[in-house]
């Protein structure tokens, strides 16, 4: 793979070397550059939106006076990753919409979550289940967009609970194209049992030091594992420098297992080959504890 | 640095060779990919305060360029007639140049979509897959998957013309 991959970039090199852009092209840009204004009209275009959806300030500020005040009730200050909660929140999946339809050269099946829960994590968990819905939806309406010409594919998509401990819930979903030109697509969403609050990865840390000790202890664990094994493959290490892991993000799907660490997960050719799969490493507590939120250590 | 007319019109010049051999490899008749090329251009001034990353004029101008020969694409489609509508066609000549028999290029225009266009953008333009997958509106995991079954595509189709250098 590797041979070929630089043969064709040779190749195209030495093609891209003899390109000709035809007189009347050139001219044809030159006019329409001619033509432009001196000043651009301002049009915003749209942001993205933000993958996963966080709790509006004024909830999130209500979330905060309500920890803020248990240690008036007597309950521990702080809850390490894996303690029990004083006040818990339940959180459970539970299937909202299920469907498959076929065609001759398709198969779509889905299989959408609606996350439910009591008084405090309802907010969240509500937004969360609209929040997947949409994206199933959207990932449906691609799938077919995609085939409206016709060709062979199937979109999976489906669910289920990566992490239930006593203080964490955490919602995995899968969105599984075998057409070639998809990957395994997966969120995952965590919740805090202990406020009822989504939490996203950045949102365990005071310091944003935690990237680069995550992220160091992660290629640590991918060159060991290649070392010892030469059928492992992770982008590292490798000749196309942009192309290699550098740093997880502050989103990084993630979870905290029942022994209270974390785990980091990452899709299917985000940071390995296809052979590899989703990818997941789990980091000692160690490595980030100093960087925890004090309400996390 | 000020993203002004001066500025914008030197980008475009850096990069209309790329635009050129993108375009054609969408649309195949010259005057179809000369009227992407202005198209794309004239949109790109027009949104360019909603541009937040100067480093990424590239993929960004890329991906304004495939959106409206897309678009292009979807309405000659619905505005031809039932005799008309054929599968895609190969290129008719290779677009790089008018001259040289380009053995990758025209393997490359022989691909379907979207393995066409992330071997162009990767291979010809160096773009990280990041940018491709930006211009593409994609995830990068998404435009990885994409160039390895790409590089197995073109391989084969390297090897039908007998050429196999790539093995």
């Known amino acids: 793979m590797k041979r070929n991959d630089e043969t064709i970039r040779r190749m195209a090199r030495e093609e891209k070397a003899r390109a000709v852009v035809p007189d009347h092209v050139r001219s044809a840009v030159e006019e329409t550059l001619a033509s432009l204004p001196e000043t651009p009209e301002t049009k915003v275009l749209e942001m993205p939106k933000r993958r996963h959806w966080k709790l509006p300030a004024t909830i999130a500020a209500a979330f905060l006076a309500l920890f803020l005040i248990l240690p008036n009730t007597g309950a521990p200050v702080a809850h390490a990753l894996s303690e029990i909660p004083v006040l818990g929140t339940v959180f459970q999946a539970v299937t909202f919409r299920e469907y498959a339809e076929q065609t001759d050269t398709t198969d779509v099946s889905v299989k959408t979550p609606k996350v439910a829960s009591d008084g405090k994590g309802k907010e969240a968990a509500d937004a969360v289940s609209e929040e997947i819905d949409k994206m199933n939806e959207a990932a449906v309406a691609k799938f077919k967009q995609d085939h409206a010409d016709g060709g062979y594919g199937s979109l999976d998509i489906y669910y289920d609970v990566a992490a239930d401990t006593d203080r964490w819930y955490t919602v995995r979903v899968v969105r599984e194209e075998t057409a070639a030109s998809g990957a395994v697509e997966t969120d995952y969403y965590t919740f805090d049992k202990t406020t009822g609050d989504l939490v996203i990865l950045s949102d365990l840390f005071e310091k944003d030091e935690y990237i680069a000790h995550i992220s160091e202890n992660i290629k640590e664990q991918m060159r060991a594992q290649m070392k010892k094994d030469d059928s492992v493959s992770y982008f590292l290490d490798s000749d196309m420098p942009d192309e290699d892991f550098s740093e997880i993000d502050p989103n990084q799907d993630f979870y905290i297992a029942e022994d209270g660490s974390l785990v980091v997960c990452f899709d299917e050719y985000e940071v390995a080959p296809g052979s590899m799969g989703t990818v997941s490493f789990r980091i000692p507590q160690s490595v980030y504890r100093s960087d925890l939120k004090p309400e996390y250590r | ?167």
């Open chain 2, 1 to 167: 640095m000020q993203m002004d007319k001066t500025w914008f019109s030197e980008q475009v010049r850096e990069r209309e060779a790329a635009m050129y051999a993108l375009a054609m490899s969408y649309m195949k008749q010259e005057d179809d990919a000369l009227d992407c090329m202005q198209q794309s251009i004239l949109k790109a001034y027009e949104h360019l305060d909603s541009l937040r990353d100067p480093e990424k004029f590239r993929s960004w101008l890329y991906g304004i360029l495939i959106n409206c020969c897309k678009d292009e694409l979807r309405r000659k489609k619905r505005a031809a007639t039932p005799e008309e509508h054929t599968e895609e066609q190969p290129a008719p000549e290779a677009p790089v140049s008018h001259e040289t028999k380009e053995v990758l290029w025209n393997a490359v225009n022989r691909l379907p979509e979207p393995y066409r266009t992330v071997l162009i953008l990767f291979y010809y333009e160096d773009l990280p897959t990041a940018d491709i997958a930006a211009a593409t509106d994609t995830r990068p995991a998404t435009v990885r998957k994409q160039l390895e079954r790409a590089r197995d595509l073109l391989k084969a189709e390297l090897e039908k013309e007998g050429f196999d250098e790539t093995e």
